[in-house]
């Protein structure tokens, strides 16, 4: 018992130090919509309003879109301690994303009665390059994620005393006003979690009827929202269901049927047969074997560089670890098999599959298979005696090597050759602009990496009571105008300072005021006034 607490405190230790070491400047930049979380809380702080003057909103309007509130007004405190600054609108997801770890322990030793097991499964959590990233940066869903995990947790506590599940209800609720993806995931999972725990439930009903109308009075505010402008805008923007594309291909195939005389082309290309198919393509991208475990997906801010989303590593122990739970058929098997299948179910009816940050509620599922699979193996090795002594140190050193070469990629590769994804360069651009802007009488910034305005405010910590946002600052305020530089036109601007990219000031520009470069020495921004 006193080796477990040991390791645990151990294993704390680790998460502690990846999720917190150099927070400030790894990932080497803010991205647009960490500034917007940042600058909203300081506006919040300040008037008890955001950048638009909507007193403590429900949804946060951010580059026309609308985000759950619940990651700003978290950042409210730390914004309070250590002023605007990357650390402090980071640390609610780094905080949050080692007390995920804790849980994680606590849900498997709920759901398996195994010391062993709970403390390899938060070891992994701990090491994810996956949850690590998602920790490290002010995204809605590491949040929206432990909410959901101690959700689950609570629930299965909730199954033997049902006091608990009040505190689930409300557990996953938070996680409703945290990341959109839990709107869709977490009734699916309730629904296979009340079918399963059915018989434990019943004997507790009174105690699922006060969950009941717990989550029920924690969400309401939601249902008005859901239904308005602001909650369909999200929806809108993202869903195959609203994208014109599919659209657009169900009407071509249907027309090239009727003119070559095929009478039946609107059944076989409805549109709600290309929306489904799409989906599905959608939901099988995310056990992309290359996503997984080799490049992740797109954006470079959602993974280091050459990794995906898991070390190489765990892919034969996950396999075993889903083997041997299927051929176990432990009955404490479904709830993770069926978190585990509904996890991807909002990213897969989103374009731009497969996405690691809308995916993310696959965490914990998978390094507990991989911890499972693990111990299983490292059991049934231990049987044979050449094994047994060269099994656990080959698949530690593997490990080892793994944790390395990613933990290098990291901090060593990954500010340099995602630099440019991570919007580096305005952090330096609005302090040189800063220091020659009273020579100016207008200023001119590019609009070519977008949203240039929110780093004005946030690094400039404009007076909230002094600026409403009325929906045009994106265009310009006071002397300052954000547009696409067209320098033919722009050169001969008198009085003016113009900040623009390489693409769009000529090397040799006079005269130059300052440049900026990525790390990798290539041009973010040349500053040219006259």
């Given at each position: 018992?006193?080796?477990?607490?040991?390791?645990f405190i151990?294993i704390?230790?680790?998460?502690?130090?990846?999720?917190?070491?150099?927070?400030?400047?790894?990932?080497?930049s803010?991205d647009?919509d960490e500034?917007?979380?940042?600058?909203?809380?300081?506006?919040?702080?300040?008037?008890?309003?955001d950048?638009?003057?909507?007193?403590?909103?429900?949804?946060?309007r951010?580059f026309?879109d609308?985000?759950?509130?619940m990651?700003?007004?978290?950042?409210?405190?730390?914004?309070?301690?250590?002023?605007?600054?990357?650390?402090?609108?980071r640390?609610?997801s780094?905080i949050l994303?080692?007390?995920?770890?804790?849980?994680?322990f606590f849900?498997v030793?709920?759901?398996?009665?195994?010391?062993?097991?709970?403390?390899?499964?938060?070891?992994?959590?701990?090491?994810?390059?996956?949850h690590i990233?998602?920790?490290?940066i002010?995204?809605?869903?590491?949040?929206?994620?432990?909410w959901?995990?101690?959700g689950?947790?609570?629930?299965?506590?909730?199954?033997?005393?049902?006091s608990?599940?009040?505190?689930?209800?409300?557990?996953f609720?938070?996680?409703l006003?945290?990341?959109?993806?839990?709107?869709l995931?977490?009734?699916?999972?309730?629904?296979g979690?009340?079918?399963h725990?059915?018989?434990?439930?019943w004997?507790?009903k009174?105690y699922?009827f006060?969950?009941?109308?717990?989550?029920?009075?924690?969400?309401?505010?939601?249902?008005e929202?859901?239904?308005s402008?602001?909650?369909?805008?999200?929806?809108?923007?993202?869903?195959?269901?609203?994208?014109?594309?599919l659209l657009?291909?169900?009407?071509?195939?249907?027309?090239?049927?009727?003119?070559?005389?095929?009478?039946?082309?609107?059944?076989?290309?409805?549109r709600?047969?290309?929306?489904?198919?799409s989906?599905?393509k959608?939901?099988?991208?995310?056990?992309?074997?290359?996503f997984?475990f080799?490049?992740?997906?797109?954006p470079g801010?959602?993974?280091?560089?050459?990794?995906?989303?898991l070390?190489?590593?765990?892919?034969?122990?996950?396999?075993a670890g889903?083997?041997?739970?299927?051929?176990?058929?432990?009955k404490n098997a479904?709830?993770?098999f069926?978190?585990f299948l509904v996890?991807?179910a909002?990213s897969?009816?989103?374009?731009?599959?497969?996405?690691?940050?809308?995916?993310?509620?696959y965490?914990?599922?998978?390094?507990?298979?991989?911890?499972?699979?693990?111990?299983?193996a490292?059991?049934?090795?231990?049987?044979?005696?050449?094994?047994?002594?060269?099994f656990?140190?080959?698949?530690?050193?593997l490990?080892v090597?793994?944790?390395?070469?990613?933990?290098h990629?990291?901090?060593?590769?990954?500010?340099?050759?995602?630099?440019?994804?991570?919007?580096?360069?305005?952090k330096?651009m609005v302090k040189?602009?800063?220091?020659?802007?009273?020579?100016?009488?207008?200023?001119?910034?590019?609009?070519?990496?977008?949203?240039?305005?929110?780093y004005?405010l946030?690094?400039?910590?404009?007076?909230?009571?002094?600026?409403?946002?009325?929906?045009?600052?994106?265009?310009?305020?006071?002397?300052?105008?954000?547009r696409?530089?067209?320098?033919?036109?722009?050169?001969?601007?008198?009085?003016?300072?113009?900040?623009?990219?390489?693409?769009e000031?000529p090397?040799?520009?006079?005269?130059l005021?300052?440049?900026?470069?990525?790390?990798?020495?290539?041009?973010?921004?040349?500053?040219?006034?006259?």
């Open positions: 018992m006193k080796k477990n607490k040991l390791v151990l704390l230790f680790i998460s502690i130090v990846l999720r917190f070491y150099q927070l400030g400047v790894n990932p080497p803010l647009w500034a917007s979380l940042g600058y909203n809380a300081y506006h919040l702080l300040k008037t008890g309003s950048e638009f003057g909507v007193k403590w909103p429900l949804a946060i951010s026309g609308y985000k759950p509130p990651y700003v007004y978290l950042t409210i405190p730390p914004v309070a301690i250590f002023g605007l600054t990357e650390v402090a609108v640390l609610p780094a994303g080692v007390l995920t770890v804790i849980v994680t849900l030793k709920e759901l398996f009665q195994r010391e062993d097991l709970a403390l390899l499964s938060m070891f992994f959590l701990s090491i994810s390059p996956w990233q998602f920790s490290r002010a995204f809605e869903a590491n949040i929206g994620l432990f959901f995990v101690t689950v947790w609570l629930f299965l506590k909730g199954t033997k005393r049902g608990f599940l009040i505190l689930s209800a409300i557990s609720g938070f996680s006003y945290s990341y959109h993806s839990s709107l995931v977490t009734p699916l999972l309730l629904i979690l009340a079918w725990f059915r018989r434990q439930l004997e507790k009174q699922c006060l969950a009941f109308l717990t989550g029920a009075l924690v969400i309401f505010p939601l249902i929202l859901f239904f402008g602001a909650g369909q805008a999200r929806f809108s923007s993202v869903s195959v269901f609203s994208s014109p594309g657009d291909r169900s009407i071509r195939e249907i027309e090239q049927d009727a003119a070559r005389g095929f009478p039946f082309g609107f059944l076989i290309h409805n709600r047969i290309i929306y489904t198919l989906a599905l959608g939901y099988m991208d995310h056990w992309n074997f290359d997984l080799l490049r992740g997906d797109g801010r959602h993974h280091a560089v050459n990794m995906g989303m070390y190489l590593w765990d892919f034969p122990f996950l396999l889903i083997y041997w739970l299927l051929k176990e058929k432990g479904f709830p993770l069926w978190w996890a991807p909002a897969a009816i989103s374009t731009g599959t497969p996405h690691a940050v809308r995916a993310l509620l965490l914990p599922t998978v390094q507990i298979f991989t911890a499972y699979g693990v111990l299983k490292v059991r049934v090795a231990s049987k044979e005696k050449l094994w047994r002594k060269a656990l140190p080959l698949i530690s050193t490990l090597v793994n944790i390395f070469y990613y933990l990629q990291y901090y060593v590769h990954t500010p340099i050759e995602y630099a440019r994804d991570w919007l580096y360069g305005y330096q040189a602009v800063n220091q020659v802007e009273d020579e100016f009488d207008k200023i001119v910034v590019t609009k070519f990496y977008d949203q240039p305005y929110i004005f946030f690094y400039n910590r404009l007076d909230p009571n002094k600026y409403k946002n009325d929906g045009t600052y994106y265009l310009g305020f006071e002397k300052y105008e954000f696409r530089v067209d320098w033919g036109r722009d050169q001969k601007l008198e009085k003016t300072l113009i900040v623009g990219t390489r693409e000031i090397e040799g520009a006079r005269p005021k300052a440049q900026i470069n990525f790390p990798n020495g290539e041009v973010a921004f040349r500053i040219v006034g006259q």
